[in-house]
């Protein structure tokens, strides 16, 4: 069936570092996008979205790229911080789904090393 | 601010015992989500309201329900709940559907004893 992917599950990067998360989806009908943050014991938190008319979107240290060619999501986070440590999941949103369900990928977690 | 608020954060219940998770939210969104998430899991739709219209996701066990009373509070109930309900339970809104961002509670911790 569709899904979004991640191609990697873990990420351990040093402090100070830019922190780049990959999100492969299959569902061509997607026209909206978002990243989600979820730390331990948590709910998932909006980082940034982006919709398929755009192909870039910055936000606070955080910048999300989207490449509809080969479907493909990534989100890139500047000067990387032991606070950015979590769970990133990406999550699409087909045309299909009037009721907005979101398809989540299976998440990354970054770790940061200081 | 609390938008989206959960209460309890932790519940401990019986094997079997009827619980209700708590959700209300201060944002006056039209849509009210309920998620399951299990460990190192992405979270999984159960239902949600368009208003008053509920909406069942076709995988959803009968042992789950949930009540909408009002644009601001919704609740899960479980009715018979099994081991394998233990879970983070999210509530999310969003102002209308499809295209808005989804905005999650902090979360219920279930435990099924």
Not at chain 1, 78 to 83: H, K, L, R, V
Not at chain 2, 57 to 65: R, S, Y
Not at chain 2, 102 to 110: C, D, E, I, S, V
Request: with cysteine; glycine share 8%; net charge neutral.
């Amino acid at each position: 069936g569709e899904s979004v992917g991640l191609h990697l599950p873990t990420l351990s990067v040093q402090e100070g570092d830019n922190s780049i998360i990959n999100c492969a989806y299959s569902n061509s009908a997607s026209d909206y996008f978002i990243w989600y943050k979820q730390e331990s014991g948590k709910g998932p938190q909006f980082i940034i979205d982006i919709r398929s008319n755009m192909d870039k979107r910055q936000g606070q240290r955080v910048t999300v790229l989207l490449n509809k060619t080969v479907k493909h999501l990534s989100l890139q986070i500047a000067a990387t911080q032991p606070g950015d440590s979590a769970v990133y999941f990406c999550a699409e949103n087909p045309l299909y789904n009037q009721g907005g369900k979101l398809i989540f990928g299976q998440g990354t977690e970054l770790s940061v090393k200081p | 601010d609390a938008m989206v608020i959960q209460n309890p954060r932790y519940q401990v219940t019986q094997f079997g015992k009827p619980v209700t998770l708590s959700c209300s939210q201060t944002l006056n969104h039209n849509v009210m989500y309920w998620y399951q998430q299990k460990s190192s899991q992405a979270p999984k739709l159960l239902f949600h309201y368009y208003d008053k219209d509920f909406n069942n996701e076709a995988d959803t066990p009968d042992n789950f329900q949930s009540r909408r009373p009002n644009t601001s509070f919704c609740f899960l109930d479980i009715r018979s709940p099994g081991l394998g309900d233990a879970a983070m339970y999210l509530c999310a809104t969003s102002r209308t559907g499809r295209t808005d961002t989804q905005y999650f509670g902090p979360g219920t911790r279930l435990t099924v004893l």
